[in-house]
């Protein structure tokens, strides 16, 4: 791996989701999920559900056959859990999301090309099951955030890019009251040498961009 795809792949990946493997996050329903990445013959991740005192409600891998990573998690209002990550194929990373059901069945996926290698840095879903991704995509000579819309039952919406300087990116999303993504956002105006400037950038429930 050259320098410049190692330090997009730092710059690109939160620590929490890339180096330690293991994520978590409340149901808000008095459980918790726990997944943790694996490897086998592909990459694959394990969903664990705790109880508020640290007991163990199921457990259950999400092993498709094909290179997947979980990046970021989010619950929607009843209590389902949504992975978004990465699925690895034919030399490109594309953006995966999937849903489970707060008794660990699986529901659907989705798998997105972002028109580069994607990676997903936040994820949030709205009240009525609409699930937004926030990613950072690298075509090579430079990087630009990228926000995705899902529906209630996966159905793809729409997917908006923000291109702004030579590099762009997603570092955190949230939903506001309109609806609208507003997603925190770094870029590089030339050489990364010159340091990174922070960015807000909403995106409309209806996949408009509006740079603050």
Request: aromatic letters at 12%.
């Amino acid at each position: 791996m050259g320098y410049a795809a190692a330090l997009f792949l730092i710059l690109a990946f939160p620590a929490r989701a890339q180096d330690s493997g293991a994520l978590g996050i409340a149901d808000g329903k008095g459980g918790f999920y726990s997944v943790t990445n694996r490897q086998g013959r592909s990459g694959y991740f394990q969903i664990t559900k705790l109880t508020s005192s640290g007991g163990v409600l199921w457990n259950v891998p999400y092993d498709p056959g094909e290179d997947v990573r979980a990046a970021v998690l989010a619950v929607d209002k009843e209590g389902a859990l949504l992975v978004a990550g990465t699925l690895r194929s034919k030399q490109r990373t594309y953006t995966m999301l999937a849903k489970f059901t707060p008794f660990g069945a699986f529901s659907w996926k989705q798998i997105h090309d972002g028109g580069g290698d994607s990676m997903p840095t936040a994820v949030s879903v709205d009240p009525d099951g609409n699930a937004f991704v926030a990613t950072t995509v690298d075509d090579d000579s430079a990087s630009f955030l990228r926000v995705v819309r899902f529906g209630p039952l996966g159905a793809y919406f729409w997917g908006s890019n923000y291109k702004n300087g030579r590099h762009a990116y997603a570092r955190s999303m949230s939903l506001d009251p309109n609806g609208d993504a507003r997603v925190t956002a770094e870029v590089c105006f030339g050489d990364l040498s010159r340091g990174l400037q922070t960015r807000q950038v909403v995106f409309t429930t209806y996949g408009a961009v509006v740079p603050q």
